[in-house]
């Protein structure tokens, strides 16, 4: 498997090609959940050919941006399929991260330890200070592709989500959950708001 060069290839795609109305995902995005799940591989112990599956899969899982919005995990695991045997890697390895970059879909279901770890990655800024700055990102994404209308829609859909959401790793559990809980208090305090108008 040649991970370097792809790991090149992936993101100078990313960077030339993503749409600018792209503002949570964007190559940014996919450079954040790579840091993060460099983190949580360490603290997990994860090594050897399962490592390399999984950092390439956190390249890919939204690879898809490049050509849809709606159901860009497919479109990711359709590319992923064409290209990576190019850089040496078999049927079997490519399915193992299609299915990693498939449970990356809302609402997140993860069957084993690495896609715990993809899934993590990428709602790690849920457990941490970016929350709010990341959120807005994803909060004009949103309203630019007719998602949400507004800031009230936004924070009722961030209080179904945040309450929603589980992390699966120690990793995570130990190192954001308690901020996640922060976080999802203040979105609960400004929800409370549009209660008492």
């Known amino acids: 498997m040649r991970f370097d060069s792809l790991k090149t290839y992936v993101f100078d795609q990313l960077e030339k ?33 399962d490592h390399v599956l999984l950092m390439t899969a956190i390249l890919f899982h939204d690879f898809g941006f490049l050509q849809t919005y709606a159901n860009h995990e497919e479109k990711s695991c359709e590319i992923a399929r064409e290209l990576l045997p190019e850089y040496g890697y078999n049927n079997e390895q490519i399915e193992k991260i299609c299915g990693m970059i498939m449970r990356t879909k809302i609402p997140q279901i993860a069957f084993n330890k690495l896609e715990e770890i993809i899934c993590d990655a990428d709602l790690d800024y849920l457990g941490t200070d970016d929350f709010i700055p990341i959120g807005n990102q994803l909060f004009r994404e949103f309203v630019h592709y007719g998602v949400i209308k ?12 945040l309450t929603a959401h589980q992390y699966f790793t120690d990793y995570a559990k130990q190192h954001r959950e308690a901020k996640k809980q922060q976080n999802l208090q203040l979105i609960i305090d400004i929800v409370k708001t549009y209660e008492s108008r």
């Not at 507004?150 to 989500?161: H, M």
């Open 17 to 49: 090609n993503l749409a600018s109305t792209l503002h949570y995902h964007g190559a940014h995005h996919t450079l954040y959940v790579y840091n993060a799940a460099l983190k949580i591989a360490e603290h997990e112990k994860i090594t050897g050919e």
């Open 150 to 161: 507004d800031e009230e829609a936004w924070n009722r859909l961030q209080l179904k989500f």
